[in-house]
């Protein structure tokens, strides 16, 4: 076992981890929002909505990430440039870069798995707070905001660190886009030293080190809203 | 040359159309994840048995087993697993003396998956097997069957309606977990489709017809678990 090539590249491993949390934090803040729409459409939308948000979460919950990452780097990427205009816009620095096409699949994606989640949790807020909450004269939009979803996400929490979790193990597919996370920065050490375990070893440390940090953080989040039926 | 076929060309099955390679991906896709599906499940049997009737050092070797697959990206054990597999074999037959082998990838690919999905039925089989009623088992112990003859006829006939869902969540995540064996070169839908897609440069048309073959795979195997549940749960109370 040689670690010596830690000291010359810690450097690179600090840039690979923040590439990770950043595109972990990304895909989780913006998933989750989409997630709730998606999630409010299919219990009460309108029926084109309704099955609009269900063949949403049944199509990418039902292909690879790989996949649907690849569709959008090589396909959409490849497409893009054919819009007249953009590449000499403002905008063409982000969409050229991997990192912006990882974002985008692992947001889409992480929406349609929580939306499941969120869809459960909503059904399973007990029906007279809601009717409580109307009886108060709150509106249907008071009622959601102060009630049925606080409610619901207390409800989904442990399955959310779950998601979290599953998301982060997720997040080394984005090396085959050239963005250069904890995973990249192990196969350029490979490469590089010609080393495969110890790089390997080294970052796998990393992801379950954040792994703990997710499922600790939760753990004090639930404690400080304890949950009474 | 490419430009001057039309997309239906393109994905018809026989050369110059690149439908066939997709097709046969698809193949090996299926191939790979049935293989690695059965390893998992022997696996996860051994693992869940030992977990629960095994002394306490094989108790502590699966819990380091499961949890360690549980906390690791499968994109790195898959590769970790795949180059320490081969480099292992290798070097105990250099230490036999014998000459290295190149290690066929499908064998590979459905052995490493297959030690993923052995950690995560390992779990849900102890679960399912957990979920038994005790007087069922302890009715069989009082009618003198040996352990296997009960394992057999009360405990493996009760576990499986426990077990399907999960079981069914299982095979949808080793079908989507194949793809990620095209990272270290193995050849199925992942890999195939990338490789029409760079030749063709039509890279939005592959990969869209690639997650449409994935989608097919799993809405099939949704169609197929319902069956299944509903064949395994008949007699069974159902719920209001």
């Given amino acids: ?229 | 040359m490419s430009s001057a076929l039309s997309l239906l060309e393109l994905l018809s099955p026989y050369p110059p159309g690149w439908g066939g390679v997709l097709l046969s991906g698809a193949l090996s896709t299926i191939a790979i994840s049935l293989g690695a599906y059965g390893i998992g499940i022997l696996i996860g049997f051994a693992g869940a048995l030992g977990k629960l009737t095994g002394g306490r050092p094989l108790v502590i070797a699966l819990d380091l087993y499961t949890t360690a697959v549980r906390a690791i990206p499968e994109l790195i054990l898959i590769v970790g697993l795949y180059y320490a597999g081969t480099d292992g074999i290798n070097r105990v037959l250099l230490a036999a003396g014998l000459p290295p082998i190149e290690i066929n990838g499908f064998v590979a690919a459905v052995t490493v998956l297959g030690i993923v999905q052995g950690a995560y039925m390992t779990e849900v089989l102890r679960g399912a097997i957990l979920a038994i009623p005790v007087g069922q088992i302890e009715a069989a112990k009082a009618f003198g069957m040996r352990p296997s003859l009960r394992f057999r006829r009360i405990v493996l006939p009760a576990l499986i309606p426990n077990a399907l869902p999960g079981l069914a969540n299982l095979w949808m995540s080793v079908t989507k977990d194949s793809a990620l064996i095209a990272v270290v070169g193995y050849q199925e839908l992942a890999l195939a489709t990338r490789l029409a897609a760079g030749n063709t440069k039509h890279y939005f048309l592959f990969f869209f017809a690639a997650a449409l073959l994935y989608l097919a795979i799993s809405l099939v195997s949704n169609v197929i678990f319902g069956s299944l549940e509903l064949r395994f749960r008949r007699g069974q109370a159902k719920n209001a």
């Fill in chain 1, 1 to 229: 076992m040689n670690f010596s090539w830690v000291s010359t590249y810690w450097p690179l491993l600090a840039a690979g981890a923040v590439q990770t949390v950043l595109l972990l934090v990304i895909s989780v803040v913006f998933g989750f929002i989409l997630a709730i729409g998606l999630a409010l459409a299919q219990i009460n939308g309108p029926r084109g909505l309704k099955w609009l948000a269900r063949s949403y979460c049944t199509c990418l919950r039902g292909t690879p990430l790989l996949i649907q990452l690849w569709l959008l780097y090589y396909g959409v990427g490849s497409l893009l440039p054919l819009v007249p205009g953009l590449r000499s816009s403002f905008l063409w620095p982000v969409l050229r870069e991997g990192f912006f096409f990882a974002a985008v699949s692992f947001t889409l994606n992480y929406a349609a798995y929580e939306a499941e989640v969120l869809r459960g949790a909503l059904l399973a807020v007990p029906k007279g707070e809601i009717e409580a909450a109307r009886a108060f004269g709150m509106s249907r939009a008071k009622v959601l905001r102060r009630i049925w979803l606080p409610r619901s996400i207390r409800i989904a929490l442990p399955t959310i660190a779950g998601e979290i979790v599953l998301q982060l193990k997720a997040t080394p597919l984005a090396f085959t886009v050239t963005v250069m996370d904890l995973y990249a920065v192990a196969y350029k050490v490979r490469q590089d030293t010609l080393l495969v375990y110890e790089p390997l070893i080294v970052v796998t440390v990393f992801y379950v080190f954040l792994t703990l940090l997710v499922t600790r953080a939760f753990k004090i989040v639930e404690a400080q809203v304890s949950i009474r039926r």
